[in-house]
């Protein structure tokens, strides 16, 4: 009777409060200390969240690129942010955003792995996610909100999916539809992409399993309901982003493509592929041989390695031509990091199973060996962003905002050189206004369009393209009231000065140096076509961040409680290893 | 799993990693374009099987800045080290050439036999202030089944010990304290005078040429802006004169000026509204820049060449030559200009060579050259 009591117990998943208190444990210490502010885009969000938090009806951010629409870019999580800033600032809404997202995917993957391999197995999935490499990338090097924030949103909203495809569960309808729509709030490419990864494989379950028990549906049905939802999900997305969706059918993205690392071929250049291929998989690595033998092997898993293998082709980057192919032009505008990300989520209920099959037979042994390969690879993948920063030095911008915020300096535009991703923080502590950004799709000035060169602050590492984009622009200072170069590199002296700038303060002990032009005549606000109209920003005021409200309230319906032997996990004897549903 | 499944799995997981390797090795032997990017246009293995093979290996090394393997690939190398070699491309002081990239590169055969050949290497470098080109004309000689570049390595100029005196003019300028950090001065403005202006239509769009004079006896710093006014009496377009300008000028000194009007039609224009700016900075004459054997040389390849002499002891870091050509009437036709890529040296003369639209090159027939200069820590 004991020992039944063990082998009962033995099966069981990890506690979900286990599970979080681990997420708890792993990533509220970094956050705490801010460690995401190191990264790529963190600072853009915490840009995007302080305009909502002070024009939250009005969309157009005056702050960079003499004027955009923020309705270029899916706002729930900066929309949260804003909100939880009243509370905590702006910075630790920033994390306390990100570690709900954390925990969500917690919630997330170990709902989305049940699906696929034993309650328990989905458990040990949802432990791994945790440890997750790609997921500490995008956290504390790329800065990735969106993409972190939408993933959790869309893999909660899976088993719903399941639920109402295969049986007709109209709670299931409704909360699937609700989470999918506020997912799109947070990322519309997790949106694009999670259809072809994440929720055609679980429709490709669900047919396989629609014969399965006494609940039988009937081809007709199954399409008819899977027609449903995606009808009603777009209908519900387009509603909700239609600012966005205007915005994007207006202003296609047409500038030439920005180059990114991530598109490099990692064995040709061996230093990306450390940075998006090793530091994002880590121990995952090991395991790719399992992913391919178990996915293959169970047939109801084979939809799910499919999904795995492209997103994984595609998040390689450009080291096999999979990416220039299925992509099109969008492979020189997309980012490919992001594959990689969801291709770790996507093998996680495989390797879930792996772990537990593995502490199953090595007891202790397997555990403590799992437990140093995970914590490696979140630990390398947090920590990459000082070995490898995205900046290399911390610039410190209040002296910079200071400097404009004072004597009528703000009433011209100003550009910065050499400052990194700090512009976004600086943009957020002055008042001034910039012709230079960091949101490269919200950008319209046909300086910065037309030659392939990212943020103008960094035009030095777009080589000619960036140089050719400065150049243009300060050439065209005049029309926009740029009066101001604040210039931490001296590299840029010498166009500066051939050009008719001239220095005319320091800040910082002389590190930074202001350049001014004289004859500039102040900045008049641009009245640009993209400007959207007032209905539009009370939409985007309204819908996407109550797209998110209505996903908590209908999440609070209750569950009908199917089967009570769903609640009971399969006993197994002695040295069975727990293949538990993925026996096909 | 023993029904066949398993089977039939195992071989979907041979097929998937199969096509896995294959698609890698794919994108690997024959990389995108955006790939290729990141490894300066070198795919996986690069063999210098002919003369032009061997500059191309050596050129897509130059613009990742693998200079180690550069230099190891050179058939010359025991005569420089590997720090002479990048030197002698990025230059021995800094200049613009020292903080810039390559951007792309051209290789043409000169002259080839069996054992060795001349093969000439353009090389386009992107620096701030626009491409700058250079050439090497390169002997390359086959070692068994490879082709080696030679490297003609251009010596470090060596500035003999002396003393220069130094007597220039200079100009301070008392400020009424720290608050007056932007410009507000109590002071006017100096005197300057637009003394010709001259819209020409070209291919590219309008172009207004001109001269301006500092008259005052103070130092300026001047740009000139530019509106086209059209036949309704409306402003077209409003240019400014960029670096094609002199921005320092001292007490009585000339400057051109050369303001482009892209995709403008002259036809539509009715007026040009010239608005010159000039503000009082503290300046000095110092460095001295001599021009010597200036020469006009005619079309093909109409050019204007010379040399600038720093006549100062202090190395100037960048010079910008602007060139103002005139007819024989003594009007202006055009302004072209040229920065220079490497430093100037004291007493060290350094060729400049400025390119003439071959249209306009018949008007010339004489012409004015102007040395601006930006040296560290300095404005031009």
Not at chain 1, 2 to 31: D, G, I, N, W, Y
Not at chain 2, 132 to 148: A, C, F, N, P, Y
Request: proline share 7%; with cysteine.
């Amino acid at each position: 009777m004991q020992k039944t009591e063990l082998l009962e117990r033995s099966q069981r998943p990890l506690p979900m409060s286990l599970l979080l208190m681990a997420a708890v444990a792993v990533h509220l210490p970094l956050l705490l200390m801010k460690l995401p502010l190191k990264s790529y885009d963190t600072n853009l969000h915490i840009f995007f969240a302080s305009h909502y938090l002070h024009h939250w009806w009005d969309p157009w951010n005056p702050k960079w690129y003499a004027g955009f629409s923020q309705t270029t870019y899916p706002p729930l999580p900066q929309q949260w942010i804003a909100v939880v800033s009243h509370l905590m600032g702006l910075e630790m809404a920033y994390m306390a955003v990100q570690m709900a997202a954390i925990l969500l995917l917690v919630v997330g993957v170990y709902r989305f792995a049940k699906l696929w391999v034993s309650p328990r197995a989905a458990s040990f999935a949802a432990l791994a996610c945790v440890f997750l490499g790609a997921e500490s990338f995008l956290v504390y090097s790329a800065g990735q909100l969106g993409t972190t924030a939408a993933a959790p949103l869309y893999l909660n909203a899976l088993p719903f999916l399941y639920e109402w495809v295969r049986r007709g569960s109209g709670r299931s309808f409704i909360k699937a539809v609700a989470l999918f729509t506020a997912a799109a709030a947070a990322h519309h490419a997790t949106l694009l992409f999670g259809s072809f990864f994440f929720a055609l494989p679980v429709l490709a379950l669900a047919y396989f399993d629609r014969e399965d028990d006494s609940e039988r549906v009937a081809a007709g049905a199954f399409i008819a309901r899977t027609v449903t939802i995606v009808v009603v999900v777009s209908a519900a997305i387009a509603v909700v982003l239609l600012p966005f969706w205007i915005a994007l059918i207006h202003y296609p993205v047409t500038q030439t493509p920005i180059p990114h690392p991530s598109r490099a071929n990692y064995i040709l250049s061996p230093q990306w592929g450390m940075n998006y291929f090793v530091v994002p998989y880590g121990a995952l690595i090991l395991a790719l041989p399992f992913i391919f033998w178990r996915g293959s092997s169970v047939a109801r898993l084979r939809p799910l390695l499919l999904g795995f293998w492209v997103a994984f082709l595609l998040g390689l980057g450009g080291t096999t031509p999979v990416g220039p192919i299925l992509l099109g032009r969008a492979f020189n505008v997309l980012t490919m990091e992001r594959f990689s990300y969801w291709a770790s989520l996507l093998a996680l209920p495989i390797v879930g199973a792996l772990a537990m099959e593995l502490c199953a037979r090595f007891r202790m042994r397997a555990a403590v060996a799992l437990s140093i390969l995970a914590a490696f690879t979140c630990a390398l993948a947090a920590g990459w962003t000082t070995y490898h920063p995205p900046d290399a030095e911390n610039v410190d911008v209040g002296p910079v905002a200071a400097w404009l915020n004072r004597d009528g300096h703000d009433q011209y535009r100003y550009v910065t050189l050499g400052f990194g991703n700090k512009i976004a923080r600086l943009a957020r502590l002055t008042d001034a206004s910039s012709v230079d950004g960091e949101w490269n799709s919200g950008r319209m000035l046909p300086e910065l369009m037309r030659y392939g060169g990212g943020a103008l602050t960094s035009s030095k590492g777009f080589h000619e393209a960036g140089l050719d984009a400065l150049r243009a622009m300060l050439m065209h200072a005049d029309h926009y009231g740029l009066k101001w170069v604040f210039v931490r590199d001296q590299y840029y002296d010498p166009l500066l000065a051939f050009a008719g700038w001239r220095p005319v303060d320091h800040l910082n002990d002389g590190t930074i140096t202001v350049w001014s032009k004289d004859g500039v005549p102040p900045a008049q606000p641009l009245n640009a076509p993209q400007m959207p109209p007032h209905w539009q920003g009370v939409m985007w005021g309204i819908c996407p961040f109550g797209s998110s409200i209505v996903a908590i309230l209908v999440l609070l319906i209750p569950e009908k409680r199917r089967r009570a032997a769903e609640e009971r996990y399969p006993v197994m004897r002695d040295g069975e290893l727990g293949l538990g549903r993925m026996v096909s | 799993m023993s029904d066949g499944s398993g089977n039939r799995g195992g071989l979907l997981a041979v097929v998937l990693m199969a096509a896995t390797i294959v698609f890698v090795v794919i994108g690997t032997m024959w990389p995108t374009k955006a790939a290729l990017a990141y490894t300066g246009g070198q795919g996986f293995a690069s063999f210098s099987s002919t003369p032009q093979a061997a500059v191309r290996n050596l050129g897509d090394e130059i613009r990742v800045e693998a200079w180690q393997k550069a230099y190891d690939g050179l058939a010359n190398k025991a005569q420089f080290t590997e720090q002479e070699f990048e030197h002698d491309l990025k230059g021995y002081y800094p200049s613009l050439r020292t903080y810039a990239t390559l951007d792309h590169f051209e290789v043409f055969p000169l002259h080839a036999t069996d054992n060795d050949a001349e093969v000439r290497l353009k090389l386009y470098w992107s620096s701030v202030v626009g491409i700058m080109e250079s050439t090497r004309d390169l002997h390359v000689v086959r070692s068994g089944d490879q082709w080696k570049a030679e490297w003609p390595l251009e010596k470090k100029p060596v500035v003999p010990p002396q003393v220069i005196p130094v007597n220039y003019l200079r100009w301070d300028v008392i400020y009424r304290g720290a608050g007056d950090d932007w410009g507000a001065q109590d002071v006017d403005a100096p005197h300057v005078r637009i003394v010709d202006m001259r819209p020409v239509q070209r291919a590219e769009g309008v172009v207004v040429l001109g001269e301006l004079l500092n008259e005052d006896v103070v130092p300026a710093f001047v740009s000139v802006n530019a509106t086209l006014i059209g036949k309704n009496q409306k402003a077209i377009a409003s240019e400014g004169s960029f670096d094609k300008i002199s921005h320092l000028l001292l007490p009585k000194q000339v400057t051109p000026f050369l303001i482009n009007f892209p995709n403008a039609s002259l036809a539509d224009v009715s007026s040009v509204r010239m608005t010159p700016f000039s503000t009082l900075v503290p300046a000095s004459a110092d460095p001295v820049i001599e021009i010597d054997n200036e020469k006009l040389n005619p079309a093909p390849d109409a050019s204007l060449t010379g040399q600038v002499i720093d006549q100062s002891g202090q190395v100037v870091n960048v010079a910008h030559v602007l060139g103002t050509f005139y007819d024989s009437t003594g009007h202006l036709v055009w302004v072209a200009d040229e920065y220079l890529d490497h430093a100037l040296l004291p007493q060290t003369p350094e060729p400049f060579n400025i390119h003439i639209p071959e249209d306009l090159a018949r008007q010339i027939s004489s012409e004015r050259t102007i040395v601006s200069t930006y040296s560290s820590g300095g404005a031009a």
